[in-house]
């Protein structure tokens, strides 16, 4: 769009078209303004959208505050003392400032100025009086350090010229709020330095569609692949001030042009949205029962976004020959149907910040602690956690009846996947039972928290200790000491580690990590574990979602109606849930190979999914029972297996994310193995198809044994060394009792491995590990290595470990 090319005779300086203004003009025209006026003369090149208007530059508040006597009120800032009356102070001074500014007036000639600008777009929209947003652009905001957002104020339909005049008032006097002043302070600029523009802009109408903001990489762990859209019914402001819990949307970057890539959609906790008020200004009317069960926008819109935050990311990054992320405000028109942008800004926390960095833990002066020592067990994990000793005997089935806080430490007898939300606000875990691969240790890994397993007596021994401090850092031993240690942080240059001897791949379950995890180094993702997805996101029994009318308790069908809202049906559910938990972690690794394996629940676990126990039978020893495989082929349990197919074929043919190969776990034999494919195919996978592989989890002596057999019909091996050393060796590795004698590297075990190696060579077979042993062993990594492994895959927080291990060796 342009506006009124030739209309408009401007005094110079003083008031411009926004299309007139860019980045050149910063000073003149402020962060905001200059921006909005770069994206509209680039908005037709582009195909977005960008709403037109008009600025008064900084000259205008130069002027303002000299004929209005406000400057000397403004000095004033130099005389405040950085005391106990600081705050006090710097109020009293910012009220006086923002009063002056309301009882001023512009000179005859810049108010005729304002008023024909404003004339003149209202035309240009076919309105007798537009509707407009009065927008603050102060000259140190959407700096390259510093965004300065919210900072200063907008006010939203602004109708007429007296309100004009008021809210351009009212926004230059926000530049001296209470909070601008403070971050000002905080940044070390003085008030004096600072000068305001302000940008009129024809609104958008969100009040009858949704707006939100967006950032072209991930916000948190600054993930560069990804788009992260956040969006609501109604006009923006509630996104922005963060007064609502907006819905999510994930895109994939790389994938636009060719598939639909929205990685993840998260229904966000809605309850009103912003509207125009009857006359001027806002109101907040509560959404209907539709809006808050029903996504504010749907894929098309997305996609549509997505593209073009893509666009102004290139644009900007080639224009200041530098990576440039950027955070989007938008808004879409109910009326017109029709995207629009409203503000386009630098991201200034990951663009700024070096990835390569690591950072890790350790006591100091761990020798002189002997004194505090309070416990020993199995260490998970190499970092350190303190905090309050929280005893949890029993889950209860209201988590929210326990007293834990987020920081305390967890100690209990033994964890299973119910007790995860209270692990996630954990500091450090610790568990009277279990070994380095029960519930607790994986989940700790997963979760990146210090954790203590098979640690007899900790409930005990702890019930009358307050604070503590858990340490992992010291190997396979972990110690708990009393009170909180202090302890320091190792910074490592991850860009100076040595290339390893091997591919170095993942374990991952949780999709929430894999962003974050995708910083360190890696070639993929060996391990992706569906059980994680289905107990963390789904929550529901596979065949409950299929089958509700099986079920008897109508407390339990009232949970998964309202858990599955949303969706056309339990199926859909499951599917897309699981879809976009494998999505988001095939697209932070992407293109590396991602490998997800197919879920491995035993009987005992699915029971505890909701409604599990009317489809579970109760096994005496589920570990070696109805798990893996031998569920995928079976009558009771094929259709379930059916979604699962269905959600990997949407993440790879929908999606666009190849790199996805799946795995076979607990197969015990050849036909096993062959029926499992076969149902595959029946499903919509098929080997070799689009290029799908298929790997096989090599944690059963058969499948060593028959090694050969099974190179015929799979593409890789991956050795589950947790359960191959368990079934060798003839132990429950969840047993405390029996954990003395768990061992990857006893001769048996590297017997095992050693053959399945040698036999997937002489067949080309790809073949890796994603036990624990590498991670806790270096000498045991070092043989995998010897023997001529393809991969070793392990846990996030042990890769930078093992790298180093194995360039010393």
Same mark, same amino acid.
């Given at each position: 769009m342009r506006l009124y090319k030739k209309k408009l005779l401007i005094i110079l300086m003083y008031l411009k078209k926004l299309s007139d203004v860019n980045y050149s003009m910063f000073n003149l025209v402020?962060?905001?303004n200059a921006s909005l006026g770069e994206m509209l003369q680039i908005s037709e090149k582009l195909g977005i959208r960008i709403p037109d208007g008009f600025v008064l530059t900084t000259l205008v508040y130069d002027e303002y505050i000299q004929e209005n006597n406000i400057l000397q009120l403004i000095e004033k800032e130099r005389t405040i003392r950085d005391n106990d009356d600081y705050l006090s102070n710097m109020t009293k001074l910012s009220c006086d400032i923002q009063e002056k500014f309301m009882e001023g007036k512009f000179n005859e000639k810049r108010s005729l100025e304002i008023l024909n600008s404003y004339k003149i777009l209202s035309k240009y929209y076919d309105l007798k009086k537009a509707d407009v947003a009065v927008r603050s652009s102060a000259t140190t905001e959407d700096l390259?350090?510093?965004?300065?957002?919210?900072?200063?104020?907008?006010y939203l339909n602004v109708t007429g010229y007296d309100s004009l005049i008021f809210y351009i008032k009212k926004c230059m006097a926000s530049l001296f709020n209470v909070r601008a002043m403070s971050y000002r302070k905080n940044l070390n600029i003085s008030s004096k330095q600072v000068k305001i523009s302000v940008g009129i802009q024809k609104m958008v109408r969100s009040d009858l569609g949704s707006a939100g903001v967006a950032f072209s990489l991930d916000p948190e762990s600054g993930n560069r692949k990804v788009i992260v859209i956040n969006s609501a019914y109604g006009l923006g402001e509630l996104v922005v001030s963060g007064q609502s819990v907006p819905d999510e949307f994930i895109v994939m970057k790389e994938l636009l042009n060719d598939y639909k890539p929205i990685i993840d959609k998260k229904l966000g906790q809605k309850e009103g949205k912003l509207v125009y008020a009857?006359?001027?200004?806002?109101?907040l009317k509560l959404l209907s029962s539709r809006e808050k069960n029903n996504y504010s926008l749907n894929d098309f819109q997305v996609l549509e976004l997505a593209k073009w935050i893509v666009k102004l990311e290139k644009y900007y990054s080639e224009k200041t020959n530098r990576y440039h992320p950027v955070d989007i405000e938008w808004a879409y028109d109910g009326q017109l149907d029709q995207m629009f942008i409203v503000q386009c800004r630098p991201e200034t926390i990951h663009s700024n910040k070096n990835h390569n960095i690591l950072e890790s833990y350790k006591l100091n002066n761990i020798e002189k602690l002997q004194d505090k020592k309070l416990l020993e067990g199995i260490a998970v994990g190499d970092s350190v956690g303190c905090g309050k000793v929280k005893i949890v005997p029993e889950l209860l089935h209201d988590l929210s009846q326990i007293d834990f806080n987020k920081g305390d430490v967890l100690v209990t007898s033994i964890t299973d996947p119910d007790w995860e939300p209270l692990m996630k606000k954990a500091s450090a875990i610790i568990t009277e039972k279990g070994g380095r691969t029960c519930h607790a240790a994986i989940v700790a890994r997963e979760l990146g928290v210090p954790a203590l397993?098979?640690?007899?007596?900790? %409930? *005990?021994?702890?019930e009358e200790i307050d604070d503590i401090t858990l340490d992992c850092s010291n190997g396979e031993k972990g110690i708990v000491y009393e009170g909180k240690i202090k302890f320091e942080k190792i910074i490592t240059d991850l860009s100076k580690l040595p290339e390893p001897p091997v591919k170095i791949m993942m374990n991952l379950a949780s999709p929430e990590q894999a962003f974050k995890c995708?910083?360190?180094?890696?070639?993929?993702?060996?391990?992706?574990?569906e059980e994680f997805i289905i107990n963390n996101y789904i929550k529901v029994h596979p065949l409950a979602l299929l089958h509700p009318e099986n079920i008897e308790d109508k407390n339990i069908l009232k949970k998964i109606k309202k858990i599955s809202k949303g969706y056309s049906s339990g199926e859909e559910y499951f599917i897309k849930k699981l879809t976009y938990g %494998? *999505?988001?972690?095939?697209a932070a690794f992407y293109p590396n190979d991602v490998i997800v394996r197919f879920s491995d629940f035993k009987s005992n676990e699915y029971r505890n999914l909701l409604g599990g126990k009317y489809f579970e039978p109760q096994e005496e020893n589920p570990m070696i029972g109805w798990r893996g495989a031998s569920r995928y082929y079976s009558q009771e349990y094929e259709q379930a297996f059916g979604m699962e197919c269905k959600a990997i074929q949407r993440v790879r043919e929908l999606k666009g994310f190849k790199n996805v190969i799946v795995m076979l776990p607990f197969c015990r034999t050849v036909e096993e193995c062959k029926l499992v494919l076969h149902t595959m195919e029946k499903y919509g996978l098929k080997r070799g198809v689009n290029g799908l592989q298929v790997y096989l989890m090599c944690e059963i002596p058969s499948n060593v044994i028959l090694a050969e057999e099974f190179c015929k019909y799979v593409d890789g091996f991956s050795i589950g060394s947790n359960d191959l050393t368990q079934l060798v060796l003839g132990l429950d590795r969840d047993s405390e009792?029996?954990?003395?004698?768990?061992?990857?590297?006893?001769?048996?075990?590297?017997?095992?491995?050693?053959?399945a190696i040698k036999v997937c060579k002489e067949n080309n077979v790809k073949i890796g590990i994603c036990g624990q042993g590498p991670s806790d062993f270096p000498d045991f990594a070092k043989f995998l290595v010897d023997e001529g492994i393809d991969s070793i895959s392990l846990t996030a927080d042990s890769i930078v470990k093992t790298i180093q291990e194995l360039d010393s060796n």
């Amino acid at each position: 769009m342009r506006l009124y090319k030739k209309k408009l005779l401007i005094i110079l300086m003083y008031l411009k078209k926004l299309s007139d203004v860019n980045y050149s003009m910063f000073n003149l025209v402020g962060g905001k303004n200059a921006s909005l006026g770069e994206m509209l003369q680039i908005s037709e090149k582009l195909g977005i959208r960008i709403p037109d208007g008009f600025v008064l530059t900084t000259l205008v508040y130069d002027e303002y505050i000299q004929e209005n006597n406000i400057l000397q009120l403004i000095e004033k800032e130099r005389t405040i003392r950085d005391n106990d009356d600081y705050l006090s102070n710097m109020t009293k001074l910012s009220c006086d400032i923002q009063e002056k500014f309301m009882e001023g007036k512009f000179n005859e000639k810049r108010s005729l100025e304002i008023l024909n600008s404003y004339k003149i777009l209202s035309k240009y929209y076919d309105l007798k009086k537009a509707d407009v947003a009065v927008r603050s652009s102060a000259t140190t905001e959407d700096l390259p350090n510093a965004s300065f957002a919210g900072q200063q104020d907008t006010y939203l339909n602004v109708t007429g010229y007296d309100s004009l005049i008021f809210y351009i008032k009212k926004c230059m006097a926000s530049l001296f709020n209470v909070r601008a002043m403070s971050y000002r302070k905080n940044l070390n600029i003085s008030s004096k330095q600072v000068k305001i523009s302000v940008g009129i802009q024809k609104m958008v109408r969100s009040d009858l569609g949704s707006a939100g903001v967006a950032f072209s990489l991930d916000p948190e762990s600054g993930n560069r692949k990804v788009i992260v859209i956040n969006s609501a019914y109604g006009l923006g402001e509630l996104v922005v001030s963060g007064q609502s819990v907006p819905d999510e949307f994930i895109v994939m970057k790389e994938l636009l042009n060719d598939y639909k890539p929205i990685i993840d959609k998260k229904l966000g906790q809605k309850e009103g949205k912003l509207v125009y008020a009857n006359r001027d200004g806002i109101e907040l009317k509560l959404l209907s029962s539709r809006e808050k069960n029903n996504y504010s926008l749907n894929d098309f819109q997305v996609l549509e976004l997505a593209k073009w935050i893509v666009k102004l990311e290139k644009y900007y990054s080639e224009k200041t020959n530098r990576y440039h992320p950027v955070d989007i405000e938008w808004a879409y028109d109910g009326q017109l149907d029709q995207m629009f942008i409203v503000q386009c800004r630098p991201e200034t926390i990951h663009s700024n910040k070096n990835h390569n960095i690591l950072e890790s833990y350790k006591l100091n002066n761990i020798e002189k602690l002997q004194d505090k020592k309070l416990l020993e067990g199995i260490a998970v994990g190499d970092s350190v956690g303190c905090g309050k000793v929280k005893i949890v005997p029993e889950l209860l089935h209201d988590l929210s009846q326990i007293d834990f806080n987020k920081g305390d430490v967890l100690v209990t007898s033994i964890t299973d996947p119910d007790w995860e939300p209270l692990m996630k606000k954990a500091s450090a875990i610790i568990t009277e039972k279990g070994g380095r691969t029960c519930h607790a240790a994986i989940v700790a890994r997963e979760l990146g928290v210090p954790a203590l397993v098979g640690c007899k007596h900790a %409930i *005990s021994k702890l019930e009358e200790i307050d604070d503590i401090t858990l340490d992992c850092s010291n190997g396979e031993k972990g110690i708990v000491y009393e009170g909180k240690i202090k302890f320091e942080k190792i910074i490592t240059d991850l860009s100076k580690l040595p290339e390893p001897p091997v591919k170095i791949m993942m374990n991952l379950a949780s999709p929430e990590q894999a962003f974050k995890c995708s910083n360190i180094p890696n070639s993929g993702v060996g391990l992706a574990r569906e059980e994680f997805i289905i107990n963390n996101y789904i929550k529901v029994h596979p065949l409950a979602l299929l089958h509700p009318e099986n079920i008897e308790d109508k407390n339990i069908l009232k949970k998964i109606k309202k858990i599955s809202k949303g969706y056309s049906s339990g199926e859909e559910y499951f599917i897309k849930k699981l879809t976009y938990g %494998i *999505s988001r972690i095939a697209a932070a690794f992407y293109p590396n190979d991602v490998i997800v394996r197919f879920s491995d629940f035993k009987s005992n676990e699915y029971r505890n999914l909701l409604g599990g126990k009317y489809f579970e039978p109760q096994e005496e020893n589920p570990m070696i029972g109805w798990r893996g495989a031998s569920r995928y082929y079976s009558q009771e349990y094929e259709q379930a297996f059916g979604m699962e197919c269905k959600a990997i074929q949407r993440v790879r043919e929908l999606k666009g994310f190849k790199n996805v190969i799946v795995m076979l776990p607990f197969c015990r034999t050849v036909e096993e193995c062959k029926l499992v494919l076969h149902t595959m195919e029946k499903y919509g996978l098929k080997r070799g198809v689009n290029g799908l592989q298929v790997y096989l989890m090599c944690e059963i002596p058969s499948n060593v044994i028959l090694a050969e057999e099974f190179c015929k019909y799979v593409d890789g091996f991956s050795i589950g060394s947790n359960d191959l050393t368990q079934l060798v060796l003839g132990l429950d590795r969840d047993s405390e009792l029996v954990q003395h004698l768990y061992d990857e590297r006893n001769p048996a075990v590297k017997t095992m491995i050693s053959r399945a190696i040698k036999v997937c060579k002489e067949n080309n077979v790809k073949i890796g590990i994603c036990g624990q042993g590498p991670s806790d062993f270096p000498d045991f990594a070092k043989f995998l290595v010897d023997e001529g492994i393809d991969s070793i895959s392990l846990t996030a927080d042990s890769i930078v470990k093992t790298i180093q291990e194995l360039d010393s060796n």
